[in-house]
């Protein structure tokens, strides 16, 4: 029904860079938002950003000139550039997206993925 394959994660210093790809395979759905969300240990999911299929971007507190995020709708794929890395930025990063039903109007579900892990060392 919705499979949301993340790469790009893993071990990066502190001050670097990563890119986060997710590819997004639906059926029954179309896709309105994509975007990321991220948790770090201890911490409750947070909004990293988000883009519609018209290109409005949304972005988190604080992280708008470091990340980047951009999408192919026709491949039905997300990108996030994370620069600037601080070690507190640690955690899981989830690809969003938010769904509604084909032939539906007004009801939309926001699903998540398995998530990826990104650590940033000091």
């Known amino acids: 029904q919705v499979q949301l394959v993340e790469s790009g994660g893993g071990l990066v210093q502190a001050g670097g860079s990563l890119r986060l790809s997710c590819a997004a395979s639906?059926?029954?759905?179309?896709?309105?938002?994509m975007g990321w969300y991220r948790q770090a240990p201890g911490k409750q999911r947070e909004l990293v950003a988000t883009?519609?299929?018209?290109?409005?971007?949304t972005y988190g507190d604080s992280l708008e000139g470091r990340f980047t995020i951009s999408r192919d709708n026709a491949k039905n794929m997300v990108y996030l550039e994370m620069n600037s890395l601080n070690p507190e930025e640690t955690g899981v990063y989830y690809c969003?997206?938010?769904?509604?039903?084909?032939?539906?109007?007004?009801?939309?579900?926001?699903?998540w993925g398995q998530g990826t892990q990104v650590t940033v060392s000091s």
């Open positions: 969003y997206v938010k769904l509604r039903p084909q032939g539906t109007f007004g009801i939309n579900y926001d699903y």
């Open positions: 639906i059926s029954i759905f179309t896709i309105n938002d």
């Open positions: 883009i519609s299929t018209g290109g409005s971007i």
